[in-house]
């Protein structure tokens, strides 16, 4: 063999080495695709909001109360929690499928209600709820949606609605909007109990945030660094609360606090008469949500409510408000089966979820997880994050030695 030989032989070998290590990802054209497809955890997601949203809506979605104590205790608490895995339990068919308020949910998750969803992106509530549709479970609309009861129920026919009331002072518009609910099909009512004032959001004061974002000097630096949202947020309609438009305050035609247009509206002389009161003009299940003590959850039960949502509402009214995830136990000991329990407040992964239910909660609610979502790729993100979600509780499932969730018991976890 000649030397020039040889050398074609050594280059060939080396050509093959690279080859079989060598692997090139096709090149994805689509952004939001190649954006998501690097999104590993919810942290991703979070990150990607951060990058995507002008400084004032990322942090009116990811802010908290004050010192925002309890929004890091929520999160805090479940990485406490330790698993207790058992093994050769034979989970080679897993099943993450449970039931709630007498229907049946492919894995325990509800999307709790957030407010003003459309400053995020403009395709708000209507892609969170096509997106809860698709992956089969329920989506909780709220008062303050930035799209109303029939778009919603127009955009996701197939969906689970459910609806979340405050009680406003004009007890006529709450009656309204109930009724409307239940002829668009929304099986549910939602009542939330922990905002008798709206807790202080102090990144919101810093930030000047009000809804409909107004422009300022500030307003237009931030918006002009952050071209992708301005140009979507420019294009679409106008941000309204779709829900009581035309009803004072807030209405799409002036740009108001967000603290003193529902300060203005709530009705802190809420009482426990005012269940009864939404048991006369709501036939469905009503779930309490905001739920602190077990005091209260034990008088909840009492009322007859089919279940109770445990919250701080993500930390952002109370601050140093106790921690879900820590009283679903002693709940759950208090009224037993007589209503059933949602954890709500700092999931971010399908592990919290597992924790939750194996402390005796039904299921989990999660809001910041579909803002990021939303934040980060539309309708598309929120389907990233209930697929992510989805496998995380499939796989724990496995590593815990539990095939069914009602193999999910209190021994698997600290
Ligand atoms: C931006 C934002 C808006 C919210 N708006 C509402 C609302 O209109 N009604 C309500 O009952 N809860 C509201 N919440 C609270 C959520 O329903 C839920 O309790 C909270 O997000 C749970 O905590 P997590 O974000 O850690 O999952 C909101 C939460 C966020 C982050």
Same mark, same amino acid.
């Given at each position: ?22 692997? +090139? !990802?096709? %090149? &994805?054209?689509? *952004?939001? /695709?190649? #954006?998501?497809?690097?999104?590993? =955890?919810? @942290? ?33 608490? +479940? !990485?406490? %929690? &330790?698993?207790? *895995?058992? /093994?050769? #339990?034979?989970?080679?068919?897993? =099943?993450? @499928? ?317």
């Amino acid at each position: 063999m000649t030397l020039v030989d040889q050398w074609v032989e050594r280059v060939k070998r080396m050509i093959a080495t690279m080859r079989s290590v060598m692997r +090139f !990802r096709p %090149i &994805e054209l689509d *952004p939001v /695709v190649r #954006r998501l497809a690097r999104a590993a =955890d919810v @942290s991703d997601l979070r990150r990607l909001a951060r990058r995507r949203l002008p400084r004032g809506v990322f942090d009116y979605i990811d802010g908290g109360a004050e010192d925002e104590v309890t929004l890091a205790a929520n999160t805090d608490a +479940f !990485r406490r %929690i &330790e698993f207790r *895995p058992r /093994v050769l #339990r034979d989970v080679g068919n897993v =099943d993450p @499928s449970t039931t709630l308020l007498g229907r049946p949910l492919p894995f325990p998750l509800v999307l709790a209600p957030t407010g003003f969803p459309r400053s995020v992106h403009p395709d708000g509530d209507i892609a969170t709820a096509r997106a809860a549709a698709r992956a089969g479970i329920p989506y909780t609309l709220s008062t303050l949606g930035t799209y109303s009861i029939e778009e919603v129920a127009d955009a996701a026919p197939t969906g689970t609605h459910w609806f979340q009331v405050y009680v406003w002072r004009d007890r006529g518009l709450l009656k309204e909007m109930i009724t409307r609910a239940g002829a668009a099909g929304f099986e549910a009512l939602v009542l939330t109990v922990d905002t008798a004032r709206l807790g202080r959001r102090e990144r919101d004061v810093r930030r000047g945030f009000t809804m409909p974002p107004k422009l300022g000097i500030g307003t237009l630096v931030d918006g002009a660094l952050h071209p992708g949202w301005t140009w979507q947020f420019l294009r679409a309609e106008p941000i309204r609360f779709a829900n009581v438009v035309g009803r004072g305050v807030g209405d799409g035609t002036d740009a108001v606090s967000v603290a003193d247009y529902i300060n203005h509206q709530f009705d802190p002389s809420l009482s426990w008469r005012d269940v009864d009161w939404l048991r006369g003009v709501w036939d469905g299940p009503i779930v309490i949500k905001g739920i602190q003590t077990v005091d209260d959850a034990r008088i909840a039960a009492d009322t007859g409510v089919e279940a109770i949502a445990l919250s701080n509402h993500g930390g952002r009214q109370l601050d140093s408000a106790p921690v879900p995830i820590e009283l679903v136990e002693p709940v759950a000991q208090a009224v037993g089966d007589r209503v059933e329990i949602i954890c709500d407040g700092g999931v971010r992964r399908g592990g919290d979820i597992l924790k939750a239910v194996a402390r005796g909660a039904r299921a989990c609610m999660a809001g910041r997880v579909h803002l990021y979502g939303l934040a980060a790729g539309g309708e598309r993100g929120i389907d990233h994050v209930l697929h992510m979600l989805d496998r995380d509780v499939r796989r724990t499932m496995a590593l815990i030695g539990a095939a069914t969730m009602k193999d999910v018991s209190r021994d698997l976890v600290s």
